[in-house]
């Protein structure tokens, strides 16, 4: 299991320059783990994000220059360890006494402490491992009173352009005069164009104590302060983010005032000016053993290393300083610098700009070398079409042309193609080569050398007419494309309405489609051909809001020589699409409002520009209808007319036009058709309501035989006009029929085999006494039947008479 170590250490010196002392800080923190590789950040993916392994395909690399770092103490092992961080890394081995100068101009340490031994090994993997090819000088003090006569030695003694300083103090450990003393070893690397780099600190803004404060030597103006950011890296270890790391140290000096390069936001030196991963641990090997190291000690070797390949790009000291750093953030930005927004270290807050913990940011390696280093390209400019001109920074040169340009120069750049025709032109495609852009103009920050070249492609115009011969497109389209083409079936113009019948290129047929597609190849004539009808508004007068109307109406058949009938629903102000002089008809449901019923009246009308269309206000009746005998009844069916037309209604309830007098025309029941009402009945839009007695009543047909005898199961059959009703007599002898006129109709009756039919009867109850046939024969059979019995019966009699008086008269045998 990894866990975090904070070392810090707070050890009383005296300086040999005074009698001063003041606590050292050691700007790192470690992170033991156990087994395995390092997880950590490695050499490769620091160097890819910041874009240094842009620069080394180049060569640039600090070959040739040389680098120191003053510690104290030093590390015995060191050569030991750098053997197993560059053999793993696959780094160019640190020989000592070749590329490595391990120095003690003061005698060997007094000691070793753990803290001193990690400090330096790790600023000596962070600088070999970004400037690979630069030498490095290891300045050990035997302890820390004498770190600032290690940097006085090395400004004096050797021939270095570059020192790194991970270690400071709160600048509350000094007064006035002392500081001022150290200064001056300061002033004294600046003045032999020395860059001295110094870390701000690994205990936020308040350094440790109980107010805000800054560490020295990074709050000196004679050295460049660095800061701490958290880096973010992707899996193919890219620059992913970074924000503010929460323990760089910043904040305005107590003792020095803002150089003039920094910006006008205090009138104090404030602290850092630019920043470098602090806060995401780094691979470090370190008294023989791996661990995860960070803290602003990893932020200024860093930066030191980066010193070192910009005084080998411009082959010199001096490139890089305060007021070169300042000056490339004013005019470049974001172009060579990661602007870190976001993020605070207690007090002061990373917003996108300058700020007071992370300062103008972190390097684009790449990019700020070439502009600190003032490096010349040479851009060809070339197109394979005749007579291309190019336009570079305002002056216009005929291609091919050849310029030098400083990196990071802005470089304004428009292509013009040769003359054309009305019909046919070069027209720019796109630009290739060290740029690859459709966008003409261009501007471009120069970053290398290389080849420009302006693509131009022919054309040919294309005129697309429309509606009445007007030109919908005119434009000109790459010879050999295809131009894909459509119109809407249907369109206004100028009021009038128009369906699409097709379209024909140049003078070719028309063809009946909507759309399609031609190579263009030449320039071409694209005409949409339509038919002209008329945009129907409507106005619907008298209609209560939201009232709507259904429309049937006749139009052209898009695509084709066809008319057909169209149905669709307007409101007031709506539209169709007709054709002038044809019929328009339309129906609507009726708006019912607060009581009263809103009908359309004029349903038929032919077409123009405009339609008015009348509702009158209809107001309700109810309609109570009787029979001859005083009963409620209803109707199927009642059929009105009025001054505005006629109407019917399936209920007892009718509209009709509210104030004008009207007339119930016909009321039929049951669906059978017939019309009950002798005349019409007319009605006055005074009253709301009315009785009306009808001419129907129940009637009752009686059938009986000779005796009041009831015939029973007889069919009974009721006829009025087209009205045929059927029934069956009962155990009395009885059919009614409900509801049915009472006069003038017809009775036939089918009874035991035999028809009656009786016309033209009246009344409601009719008893009608029947003698069928087969009844008449039942009468005669039965009635020779009982004289048969009867003569029997005497015959019987009589017989029985004569035995009996024969007996008296009789002699007895013997």
């Not at 197993?84 to 020989?95: H, K, N, Q, V």
């Not at 330096?120 to 970004?130: F, G, I, K, N």
């Not at 003569?791 to 019987?796: A, R, S, T």
């Not at 017989?799 to 002699?811: C, D, F, L, Q």
């Amino acid at each position: 299991m990894r866990k975090m170590l904070l070392v810090s250490i707070f050890v009383l010196f005296t300086i040999s320059l005074g009698t001063s002392h003041a606590a050292i800080n050691l700007n790192m923190v470690y992170s033991p783990f156990q087994g395995g590789s390092c997880p950590d950040l490695t050499p490769s993916q620091i160097q890819t994000a910041y874009g240094f392994t842009s620069l080394y395909p180049q060569g640039i690399t600090g070959k040739g220059e040389n680098i120191a770092i003053v510690v104290a103490e030093g590390d015995p092992r060191l050569v030991s360890d750098l053997s197993e961080f560059d053999s793993t890394y696959g780094l160019p081995a640190l020989i000592n006494g070749s590329n490595l100068f391990v120095m003690y101009p003061f005698g060997k340490p007094d000691g070793q402490s753990k803290n001193w031994t990690a400090e330096t090994a790790l600023d000596v993997e962070v600088v070999h491992s970004l400037a690979t090819g630069a030498n490095i000088y290891l300045v050990v003090a035997p302890n820390e009173s004498w770190l600032f006569n290690a940097i006085n030695y090395t400004i004096y003694n050797l021939s270095v352009g570059t020192i790194s300083l991970s270690w400071g103090s709160s600048e509350s450990y000094y007064g006035t005069y002392q500081i001022g003393q150290l200064n001056d070893i300061l002033l004294a690397a600046s003045q032999r164009r020395i860059d001295v780099f110094a870390a701000s600190g690994d205990t936020g803004a308040y350094n440790g104590l109980s107010t805000p404060n800054v560490n020295f030597p990074a709050s000196s103006p004679y050295v460049i302060a660095v800061g701490g950011t958290v880096l973010q890296v992707g899996i193919d270890e890219s620059y992913q983010s970074e924000s503010a790391w929460n323990g760089s140290g910043g904040g305005e000096s107590g003792f020095f005032p803002r150089p003039a390069a920094q910006p006008d936001l205090s009138p104090s030196r404030m602290v850092p000016d630019v920043s470098f991963n602090a806060g995401t641990p780094m691979c470090a090997y370190v008294d023989s053993e791996w661990a995860g190291y960070y803290g602003t000690s990893i932020a200024a070797p860093a930066w030191a290393a980066f010193d070192s390949l910009v005084n080998e790009k411009s082959g010199g000291t001096g490139a890089l300083s305060l007021d070169s750093l300042y000056a490339t953030y004013y005019n470049e930005g974001s172009t060579a610098f990661n602007l870190i927004d976001g993020g605070n270290n207690g007090v002061y807050s990373a917003n996108g700009s300058y700020n007071m913990v992370t300062g103008i940011g972190s390097p684009k390696a790449y990019q700020l070398v070439m502009l600190l280093s003032k490096t010349d390209y040479q851009i060809s400019f070339t197109s394979v079409s005749r007579g291309v001109i190019f336009g570079i920074n305002g002056v216009n040169y005929t291609s091919p042309v050849s310029l030098n340009f400083s990196f990071g120069e802005k470089v304004s750049l428009t292509a013009y193609g040769p003359a054309g025709s009305g019909y046919s032109r070069s027209a720019f495609a796109s630009f290739s080569g060290l740029i690859n852009s459709t966008n003409n103009p261009y501007t471009l920050a120069v970053t290398g050398s290389g080849v420009i070249t302006a693509d131009f492609n022919a054309q040919y115009k294309v005129n697309e007419f429309d509606i009445g011969g007007r030109t919908n497109i005119s434009e000109f389209v790459n010879s050999g494309s295809t131009l894909q083409f459509s119109s809407p079936m249907n369109a206004t113009y100028e009021n009038d309405s128009y369906s699409l019948l097709g379209y024909g290129i140049d003078n070719g047929p028309t063809l009946h489609q909507a759309s399609g597609s031609v190579v263009v190849d030449a320039p071409i004539n694209l005409t949409f051909v339509w038919r002209r009808g008329a945009v129907v508004h409507f106005n619907l007068d008298g209609a209560p809001a939201d009232a709507n109307l259904s429309v049937s109406y006749l139009y052209y058949v898009p695509l084709s020589n066809a008319i057909s009938t169209y149905i669709s629903t307007v409101s007031d102000g709506g539209t169709v699409l007709g054709i002038p002089q044809t019929v328009i008809n339309y129906t609507g449901n009726p708006d019912y409002v607060n009581g009263v019923r809103y009908v359309a009246f004029n349903k038929s009308q032919i077409i123009s520009r405009s339609v008015d269309v009348q509702f009158i206000e209809e107001s309700k009746y109810d309609i109570k209808l009787l029979s001859a005998d005083g009963a409620a009844v209803s109707a199927t069916e009642i059929s009105v007319s009025g001054p505005t037309g006629n109407g019917t209604f399936y209920n007892n309830t009718i509209w009709a036009q509210t104030g004008s007098d009207f007339s119930i025309r016909s009321i039929i029941f049951a669906g059978n058709g017939l019309n009950v009402l002798k005349s019409p009945v007319y009605l006055s839009p005074l009253n709301s309501s009315r009785n009306i007695t009808l001419p129907i009543s129940d009637i009752t047909v009686s059938l009986g035989l000779y005796l009041g005898i009831p015939v029973i199961s007889a069919s009974v059959k009721f006829d009025y006009g087209n009205l045929s009703l059927k029934n069956s007599t009962g155990l009395s002898g009885a059919a009614t029929f409900t509801d049915v006129p009472d006069s003038g109709y017809n009775i036939s009756i089918t009874a035991y085999g035999s028809n009656y039919d009786y016309r033209d009867l009246s009344g409601a109850q009719q008893t009608i006494e029947i003698t069928p046939f087969i009844y008449q024969m039942y009468l005669i059979v039965g009635v020779i039947s009982i004289v048969l019995a009867v003569f029997g019966l005497y015959e019987e009699i009589k017989h029985r008479r004569k035995k009996k008086a024969a007996a008296k008269h009789s002699i007895a045998p013997f």
